[in-house]
């Protein structure tokens, strides 16, 4: 969803060059949005542009999310700021794309996004206003950065202690450790901290 055609279609062009399986629907405000949501029954994600005719910020996020259900959404936005990407993810959005972003970019935040990760691009050390938190990722042990990185991947405790071989109360430690270390509240607010500091997937 984009208020600017050349936008919605460069978009559209884009997720068709990769994934030519995938039916692309196209809305230019929040109302038309809403009406293919309902109609095209099931999604398997929305681009969901911050600025719209009919509705700007947070509450038009909110209100195409509830629409969607688990349906995954990504905000693309031409806003760049920390706080309003993470303003977004805390309110369940699942990634967060600026609109300068590279094609290649928007494929691998569709993909993370698709396998139950949450995209938010890097933000460069002057842009944050409290750098401590990522100058506290280099601090980890490795393991601990093995457990971030099936984090950021969508994974389980679970899954993440039968990927590492090792029980799940381990991996429950391991994530106390890392949360009182970037001082964070929850895997959500971890994750944005993560992605922002430039961890990945990979």
Do not use: W
């Amino acid at each position: 969803m984009d208020d600017h055609a050349l936008v919605r279609h460069g978009l559209a062009l884009v997720i068709k060059a990769n994934r030519p399986d995938i039916a692309v629907h196209e809305a230019g405000t929040l109302a038309e949005g809403l009406r293919v949501a309902r109609s095209a029954g099931n999604l398997s994600a929305v681009l969901y542009d911050l600025t719209l005719a009919d509705s700007s910020g947070l509450p038009g996020l909110t209100a195409m999310m509830k629409a969607v259900g688990r349906t995954p959404v990504i905000v693309v936005s031409g806003q760049t700021d920390s706080n309003t990407m993470s303003q977004c993810i805390m309110a369940g959005a699942r990634g967060y794309l600026p609109k300068g972003s590279q094609a290649d970019v928007l494929d691998h935040a569709l993909a993370l996004v698709l396998a139950g990760g949450i995209y938010a691009p890097a933000i460069p050390a002057s842009n944050v206003g409290d750098p401590q938190p990522y100058a506290i990722l280099g601090e980890l042990t490795s393991r601990q950065r093995d457990v971030l990185r099936l984090l950021m991947a969508g994974r389980s405790n679970k899954e993440i202690a039968r990927a590492l071989g090792v029980l799940e109360g381990t991996i429950k430690v391991h994530l106390r450790s890392i949360m009182m270390k970037l001082k964070v509240r929850n895997r959500t607010h971890l994750a944005i901290v993560a992605a922002q500091a430039g961890v990945s997937a990979d």
